[in-house]
C-alpha cells in the first residue's frame, strides 16, 4: 500500500464514520420523537377518554331531560285541570279532614250534652233564680234575651261573668212587628244586638226566632219570610238556634213544675245534643223551680251541659214558611 492509499483508506474511514455518526443521530432523534408522540399519546388518552366520558353524561343527562320534558309539560298541560284537581281533592280532603277533626269531637262531645235555653228574659225575679241555681250546681247555659231596661243590664253582665251564653231573641217580639218583612226583622236583632253590645260588650251572634224557625204565625204577616230569613241570617254572618226538648213552660203560665220536669226526662236523648227550651220571664216562675230537678236528672244519667257557641252544631226545625 502506498502511502496515498493509505490516506484514501483513512479518509474513506473517516467519512463512514461521520455518515455513521448522522445517521445514528437521526435514528435517535426518531426513537426520541417516537418515544415522545408515543408517551404524550399515552398521557393524552385519558383525557381524551374522560372528555369523551364528560361528553357522553351530558348527553345522557340532556337525552333523560329531554325524555322527562315531553312526558312532564304534557302531563302538566294536560293535568292543568288536573293538577288543579288535585289540588281541589287535596283541598277537599284538607278541609274534610279540618271539619273532621272540629267536627267530629264536637259530635262526640255534643252526644250526652244538655244545652239549657232560656228564651223572653231577663226579667227580675225570675232570671236572677234561674242564675242562682245555675251557679250552685256549676251548669252553664244559653240566655236568648229581649229588649231590657237598665235595671236588667248587672244580670246580663252576671250571665257573661258565670260563663253563660247570650242569644238574641228579638228588641221586640211582636210577631206583626218582626215578620212584616225580612228588613224589619233584621233591623229587630240588629237594634238588640247593638244595645247589648254598647251595654255590656258582649257581641251576641246567635239567633233564636220568636216561634223558632217552623214557626207558621210568620205566614199571616208575610208569606215565604222564614224561607228568606234562615238564608239571609247565615249569609249576614248570624247562626240560629231551635230546640229538640221542649219542657212545654211555653204552654201556659201556670205549667207544674214536676210536668216540665217529666217532659224533659222523657225527650232527652243520649245520642244526640239536647237542645231544652225554657223560659226566665216573671210569669215563669215554675221553669225556675223545676230547674234543680231538671240538672239532677242530667248529672244522674251522665248528661253534660253546655252553653251554646258559635261551635255548637245549630239544631234547626224544618222551615214550613
Ligand atoms: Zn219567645
Not at 233 to 246: A, C, R
Request: net charge neutral; proline share 3%.
Amino acid at each position: 500500500m502506498t502511502t496515498k492509499s493509505r490516506e484514501n483508506t483513512g479518509r474513506k474511514r473517516r467519512r463512514m464514520t461521520r455518515l455513521q455518526r448522522e445517521r445514528q443521530l437521526r435514528m435517535r432523534l426518531l426513537i426520541c420523537c417516537g418515544v415522545v408522540l408515543v408517551l404524550s399519546g399515552l398521557f393524552a388518552a385519558p383525557e381524551i377518554r374522560a372528555a369523551l366520558g364528560r361528553r357522553q353524561i351530558q348527553r345522557d343527562m340532556e337525552a333523560e331531560l329531554d325524555a322527562a320534558r315531553p312526558q312532564s309539560v304534557p302531563e302538566r298541560q294536560a293535568a292543568g285541570g288536573e293538577a288543579e284537581g288535585q289540588e281541589g281533592t287535596a283541598g277537599d280532603s284538607d278541609i274534610l279532614v279540618g271539619e273532621n277533626a272540629v267536627v267530629e269531637p264536637e259530635v262526640v262531645r255534643e252526644k250526652k250534652t244538655v244545652y239549657l235555653t232560656f228564651d223572653d228574659g231577663p226579667s227580675m225575679d225570675v232570671t236572677p233564680e234561674i242564675l242562682d241555681i245555675l251557679k250552685k250546681n256549676d251548669v252553664k247555659a244559653t240566655f236568648f234575651i229581649l229588649n231590657y231596661g237598665e235595671k236588667s243590664i248587672p244580670i246580663l253582665e252576671r250571665m257573661v261573668r258565670e260563663g253563660h251564653t247570650i242569644g238574641i231573641h228579638g228588641y221586640s217580639h211582636d210577631y206583626a212587628e218582626i215578620y212584616a218583612s225580612e228588613d224589619a226583622f233584621m233591623n229587630n236583632i240588629q237594634k238588640l244586638h247593638d244595645k247589648l253590645l254598647e251595654d255590656v260588650g258582649y257581641d251576641a251572634r246567635i239567633v233564636r226566632f220568636p216561634g223558632g224557625s217552623s214557626n207558621t204565625i210568620s205566614e199571616k204577616y208575610k208569606k215565604g219570610i222564614m224561607k228568606k230569613l234562615t238564608k239571609r241570617l247565615e249569609k249576614e254572618g248570624w247562626k240560629y238556634l231551635d230546640w229538640n226538648v221542649s219542657t212545654g213552660d211555653a204552654e201556659g203560665n201556670n205549667v207544674p213544675s214536676s210536668q216540665l220536669v217529666k217532659s224533659v226526662k222523657s225527650e232527652l236523648k243520649p245520642e244526640q245534643a239536647n237542645v231544652v227550651l225554657l223560659h226566665d220571664t216573671s210569669s215563669k216562675q215554675s221553669s225556675a223551680d223545676a230547674l234543680q230537678n231538671i240538672i239532677d236528672f242530667g248529672i244522674e244519667n251522665g248528661y253534660t251541659f253546655c252553653p251554646v257557641t258559635e261551635d255548637t252544631t245549630m239544631v234547626h226545625h224544618k222551615v214550613n214558611n
